[in-house]
């Protein structure tokens, strides 16, 4: 559980940074505010898709202890090395926008080789996410047949 905190303090970290980076990069460089580049999304994906995405996890964690599956290591790795490429190349991207310049292909298959890995992480976190469920099925339908306290007493 403390790694994926970690990793959404982390986020949170780089989500506000790239958010003053952008606006302070774009002003510095007399961008015009009327202009659309890359550096605008990067705070709203590595707030999202980082640090919400690693809180939500932190419940589904406590509930199912997803880190006992081999999956959920391996999407664990792999989804925050596809979300850094991801939020690396729009940087990347916005920064040469910003500064005039034309972004080639390769930016372009970056991109695309963090989308992928993103795409795949998630596959692999349904995989854990499935397991997870499957054992703790048995365990919740033998609790649901225990008697609780909101259980209406029954005349004998």
């Known amino acids: 559980m403390r790694r994926i905190y970690l990793a959404a303090a982390v986020y949170v970290g780089l989500g506000l940074a790239s958010g003053l980076f952008y606006r302070d990069f774009t002003q510095l460089n007399h961008f015009p505010e009327t202009g659309s580049t890359q550096l605008s999304g990067v705070h709203t994906h590595f ?67 963090g989308h992928i890995l993103l795409t795949a992480a998630f596959v692999l976190l349904l995989v854990a996410l499935g397991k997870a469920i499957r054992r703790a099925t048995p365990a919740v339908a033998a609790s649901a047949a225990e008697p609780t306290l909101l259980t209406a007493p029954t005349a004998d």
Not at 47 to 57: E, K, N, Q, S, W
Not at 74 to 100: D, E, K, Q, R, S
């Open 47 to 113: 707030l999202a898709l980082g640090a919400l995405v690693m809180l939500i996890l932190l419940g589904l964690e406590k509930l199912f202890t997803l880190s006992a599956s081999r999956s959920f290591t391996w999407f664990f790795w792999i989804y925050n090395a596809g979300l850094v490429i991801t939020g690396g190349t729009m940087i990347w991207h916005g920064v040469l926008t910003v500064l005039g310049q034309t972004a080639g292909p390769m930016v372009a298959g970056v991109a695309g080789i």
